[in-house]
């Protein structure tokens, strides 16, 4: 378990809202998270709040995202703390998107899995 704090929210180019898995954008780098690329089992804490979360670490492009499970709202400018719990899966390339949206479906059932 691997805990970060204060991890400001950052906008993105929105591609996960599209695919109707949106994340927010964490400002930090991957060499700060010190973590393999992978989906995370994640807590994220907003204010006083707990959620669950999809926390993916992608080093090719370089990226930090969450998906909040369950969360609706805006984040923008503030900043979470996210305590990273277990590796769920490994990042894959996808050529079709439907497949894409059935990895990340699937990878959002194992998080929700992993916190029951």
Request: glycine share 6%.
């Amino acid at each position: 378990m691997k805990k970060i704090t204060k991890i400001k929210v950052v906008h993105g180019n929105k591609e996960a809202s599209k695919l109707g898995f949106p994340t927010a954008n964490l400002d930090i780098s991957i060499a700060d998270i010190n973590i393999d690329d992978g989906i995370y089992a994640s807590e994220v804490f907003i204010d006083d709040h707990r959620y669950i979360g999809a926390l993916v670490v992608m080093s090719n492009i370089p990226k930090v995202e969450v998906h909040i499970i369950d969360f609706n709202g805006i984040l923008y400018g503030r900043f979470l703390d996210i305590t990273i719990n277990a590796l769920v899966s490994d990042i894959q390339d996808f050529i079709d998107v439907e497949q894409m949206k059935l990895k990340i479906s699937d990878d959002v059932l194992k998080v929700k899995k992993y916190f029951k």
